[in-house]
Structure formats: C-alpha cells, structure tokens
C-alpha cells in the first residue's frame, strides 16, 4: 500500500499521453524570446481538495518553488531542458491546467500531466483509507476535516533528496527559505518564477556559493557530491523507485550526509510510500502527540506503536496532520 511502483519514472521514461487535445491560446513576446501558452482539463480522481493538496506540498508560505495564492498552484516544471510555467485552478471536478513557456507541444503537456498526477497525486484513490476511517472515531474526524487531501509526491526521487538535506536539523520554514534561494539562484526560470535545481544545475556551482546562500559545509558537500554523481551516472536515484523499502534505505543510507530521518523523508514524499511515517520528524511527532492528546513527548519507536493500528495508513495520518497544523496556525481553513 502506497509503494505506487506502477508509476513512471521522471526521467528516462516516455510520458503519457495527454487526456485531451492541446489548446494553444496565443503567443507574447518578452526578453525570453516567445512565450507559447496553452490550457487543458484534468480530472482527478474524487474526492479532491487543490486548495488542501496545495498546502501539503507547500508546507510553508515561504516557499517560493511551490505557490499558492488561494486559488491556483503553480511551479515551474522542467521539460527536457526549457522551464513551463504550470498553473492549476480547480473548477468543480475538474482541474484546469495553463502552460506558459517557450516550447509548449502536446509533448510538454504529456510530462507536464505525467508530473502533476505524480505532485497532485491526481490518480490516488483513497477509499479504502476512508472506509477504515469511518470506524474509528478519531481518525473519522480528522479525515472528514481534511477530506479532498491527496498524498504529495515530489516530481523527481533529486528533489525530495534536495528538501531532506536542506531540510533536516532546521526549522522547516528556514529549510523552505534556504530551498528557495536555491531555486532563485540555480534553478531554470520562466516568467521570474524558478524551477527547483535538477542535478545539471547544481555541478557548476562552488561550495562557497551555497555557503553565501545560508547552506552548512556539510549540506553544500552533500548536495554537490550528490549532484555530480546523478550527472556522471555513478547513481539513478530515480531508479530506487523500483525497490522495496528496506532496499530503498539502505541505498539512501550510503549517501553523504543521508541519515534515517533523511531516507523516511524520501521514502514518503519522494517514492510515494504512504505507509511511512518519518518517526524521527520533530515537527511531525509533535503534530501526532498533540492529536492523540499525549502530555509524554514521543520518540521514534512510541511514534510507531502509536500508529499501529492504523497500518498501512501511517503516510496519510502524517498529511493530514500536517494540515492540522497548518489549520490550527490560520493558513488553511
């Protein structure tokens, strides 16, 4: 539950093919030469929340990759090797999708369509989730609150490292900080929006420019020596999403500067293993004390006899109480 290994890889693999015809709108002309743009529906499977799902991959309103304006998300995907600016709004059902960029063809909108069924997670349906929960009181209620909520997954396995890496030992509003100077400074742009960095864009640059943007030694090697070796082949990171769980951690462990809370992180949001709960996550342990009502503080294996009645859940209960969080600080409503 939750391994999601029928998925397509980010890179390597053809994309689908698009649910419906490309409509091209237009054209502008700006300093980044044309700019082609184009609009197509998307169904998700129901029920589904953007507003909700949004929030879950966002995390922080700080986030400058992931955006959310209370009516459209956006990020900048790339596409072979050009930057498209996505925008997604949802109308009743449906979602519809606007494409801004220099080479828009219905090439680009089946990766753009493969990616956020992936982001958006647009082809999970969670009845079975939602039938547990309808027989067990306290997770009925935090599912109806948050009910349209779809597990996140970030578009590549490089991504969901670049977050652990950034991420880990910080506050996640400094992470989501540090993450988007990266984008602003390394990432491909269309529009003044930047894309998060892909490997390729991150070997020309020195440690001490990730130093000046606030990065540690230590991340700064580990996401440079993580770079060069998706670039020069020495790992397929992207092809971990073939491997089971016990797998996929040790490979993740052998990475500078990878540890547990690291390779769990990935795990979830990068492979789409709905059934992990990052037990070492401070923010997310708090999250799930505070709505079991516990005064003890919890450690890692506490977190884990906690939820084991709702395995193979574990995943989702971490979403939706990050929305509860997020709830409880006035973000959602």
């Not at 290994?5 to 980010?10: A, N, V």
Request: aromatic residues 6%; positive net charge.
């Amino acid at each position: 539950m939750g391994d999601n290994q029928h998925e397509e890889r980010s890179k390597g693999r053809a994309c689908k093919a698009p649910p419906q015809v490309l409509r091209v709108r237009g054209a502008c002309s700006t300093g980044e030469g044309v700019l082609g743009h184009a609009r197509f529906l998307l169904h998700p499977v129901l029920p589904f929340r953007l507003d909700l799902t949004a929030w879950a991959i966002r995390r922080r309103a700080n986030n400058m990759i992931d955006r959310w304006d209370g009516a459209t998300y956006s990020r900048v995907l790339v596409v072979g090797d050009h930057p498209i600016l996505v925008a997604v709004t949802q109308q009743g059902p449906a979602l519809e999708v606007t494409l801004t960029g220099a080479h828009v063809s219905t090439t680009v909108q089946s990766c753009v369509t493969a990616a956020l069924e992936r982001l958006l997670g647009l082809r999970q349906g969670l009845h079975e989730f939602y039938a547990t929960a309808a027989h067990d009181r306290r997770l009925n209620g935090l599912m109806r609150r948050f009910s349209g909520l779809k597990p996140p997954r970030l578009p590549t396995v490089f991504e969901a490292l670049l977050n652990g890496i950034t991420c880990q030992q910080l506050s996640l509003t400094v992470g989501m900080l540090l993450l988007s100077r990266l984008a602003q400074c390394c990432g491909l742009a269309v529009l003044g929006f930047h894309a998060c960095p892909r490997p390729e864009d991150l070997v020309g640059v020195s440690p001490e420019q990730l130093r000046h943007l606030g990065y540690s030694r230590q991340k700064s090697r580990a996401i440079l020596d993580l770079a060069h070796a998706c670039v020069e082949r020495a790992i397929d990171v992207e092809a971990w999403a073939e491997l089971n769980d016990t797998d996929a951690v040790t490979r993740l462990l052998e990475l500078r500067g990878v540890g547990r809370w690291t390779a769990e992180y990935v795990l979830l949001r990068g492979l789409g293993r709905t059934h992990i709960f990052p037990g070492d996550d401070v923010g997310a342990r708090n999250n799930l004390q505070r709505w079991l009502h516990r005064s003890k503080s919890m450690d890692y294996q506490a977190v884990h006899r906690a939820l084991a009645r709702w395995k193979p859940y574990s995943g989702l209960i971490y979403f939706h109480l990050l929305l509860d969080r997020l709830e409880e600080a006035g973000v959602v409503s």
